[in-house]
């Protein structure tokens, strides 16, 4: 599984929602993999927005 950063997804996705063009087409501008991967990315940012593009870091909980 590919893993793309948070930059990437969020210029994707911006330009998707400026009309830069669709999922095929941002999906070969920007090097993805396969347009569902855009489709899905615009998707969870229109349900959850800027949260859904951030990572989930994983690491040790801390515990106070």
Do not use: P
Request: glycine share 10%.
């Amino acid at each position: 599984m590919v893993k793309y950063d948070d930059e990437l997804k969020l210029k994707v996705i911006n330009a998707y929602l400026r009309g830069e063009g669709g999922y095929i087409t941002l999906a070969k501008q920007f090097n993805i993999g396969h347009r569902s991967t855009v489709q899905r990315w615009v998707r969870t940012y229109k349900k959850i927005g800027i949260d859904s593009i951030c990572r989930k870091k994983k690491g040790l909980a801390v515990f106070s």
